[in-house]
């Protein structure tokens, strides 16, 4: 198909060399499917009446006369989401964890060290491996500078990390601290049971 507009002057007869004969008269769309089929080279000769008495290779006709294309950017991948769903999930299988080990080793979670290790332990770890799945699929510009500071800080990397990858880090924020809220209920609930017995 032609990029010329009707109407312009490479719409009139055309001729072009082939070994020492002249051929022709044939349209400009027909020296660009012959140049695209390879019947034609650039180097061949071309001469329409608007070149007066100058023939001219076929290459730097069509060439000239060819728009420019952009091409668009490569998709971004996306992410493989396994640990980042695990993380955001993690506050109820932690506080079921918190609650069994409270019931076998209450002296090690009295003043709640032995709790913060677990929950930061984890959460580090799941960031962690959320962090590498995003390096492993390109997504580089989720893993800058900014996300490393939060690792300690869960709600607000889910938030971040939600923002760049789903477009809903609000909600999936949300759902985390809801799970955290009833990870908390749970383990008092738990605890509470096994003061009774």
């Known amino acids: 198909m032609s990029n ?6 490479l719409y009139a007869d055309w001729f072009y060399v082939d070994g020492d004969k002249r051929v022709g008269p044939v349209s400009f769309a027909e020296l660009e499917r012959r140049f695209s089929s390879r019947t034609l080279h650039e180097k061949t000769l071309v001469w329409t009446a608007k070149f007066d008495d100058d023939w001219k290779e076929l290459g730097a006709v069509i060439i000239a006369k060819v728009p420019e294309v952009c091409v668009p950017a490569a998709p971004k991948k996306m992410p493989d989401n396994f640990w980042f769903y695990i993380l955001i999930c993690s506050p109820v299988p932690l506080a079921l964890v918190e609650a069994g080990l409270w019931y076998l080793f209450p ?15 984890t959460s580090v770890t799941l960031v962690l491996l959320d962090i590498r799945a ?31 990858t789903h ?25 509470a049971k096994m003061l009774v017995h």
């Open 107 to 121: 002296e090690w979670l009295t003043g709640g060290m032995g709790v913060i290790l677990l929950y930061l332990t």
């Open 167 to 191: 477009g809903k880090g609000l909600l999936l924020t949300v759902i985390y601290l809801l799970f955290s809220i009833a990870g908390s209920y749970l383990v008092e609930e738990l605890i």
């Open 4 to 9: 010329i507009a009707e109407g312009s002057p």
């Open 134 to 164: 995003l390096d492993k699929s390109g997504r580089k510009d989720v893993t800058g500078s900014l996300i490393v500071w939060l690792f300690f800080l869960v709600p607000l990397y889910v938030l971040f990390r939600a923002s760049k």
